[in-house]
Every structure is written in C-alpha cells, then in structure tokens.
C-alpha cells in the first residue's frame, strides 16, 4: 500500500510539473475561431468553427435552457462541428472550448437563442 501510494504523488508531482512547464513556456490553449450557427430550425441547430491548429485534442460543447435552468452534459467532439435536435421551446445560451489535454482554452458563449 505504501509503495502504491508514493507512486501516485509521483505521477501528481509529475503532472503538476508538467502543467507549470506548460505555463511557463507561454503555451495557452487557443480560443475557438469564427464559431457560427450553420442552420437552425425548430428543435435544432448545428454549428462550425474553424480547424484549431497545434495542441488541440478535442472541441467541448454545451447548452444552458433559461426558463427551467437545465444545463446539458459537456460533449467532446474532433470535428470542428455539432449539432443538437430535439431541444424543447425556449431560450438557450451554447458554449464552446477547445480542450487542449493540459488545458482548456476560454469558452465562448452564443446566447439568446430562441426556439418557437
């Protein structure tokens, strides 16, 4: 147990170093770029944004609905696009990021968006 236990604050040591060496060096993960809603229509809507090049693993997306305060999972997706259907009426606000492994970039907010 005990030897279980040093190598796991050794793997913590490690990560956390290589997060400040992350830092350090001046890598930050990317904003999303020319984000855009593609189409829309009653309980749905897709959206793109541009390829992020260098470090980036994975894009996050998630939604919030107003009236009732629901928020969705986090979807991690590759390609630079998603889409949602069979969203309920209402008012919602859409993020996204992009998740870089070490880090995640700053999300990025469409709100106000209303379905009928």
Known sequence: ??????????????????????????????ELANLSITSKSSGSIAFDWSDCTGGCSQYLAKYYRQGDGYQSQVFAVTASEISFSGLPTGTYNFSFAIDCGFTTGSWIVIEEVIFN
Do not use: S
């Open 1 to 30: 147990m005990t030897k279980m236990l040093v190598l796991m604050m050794i793997a913590a040591a490690l990560a956390l170093t290589c997060l400040a060496n992350a830092a350090e060096n001046g890598q930050a993960c990317p």
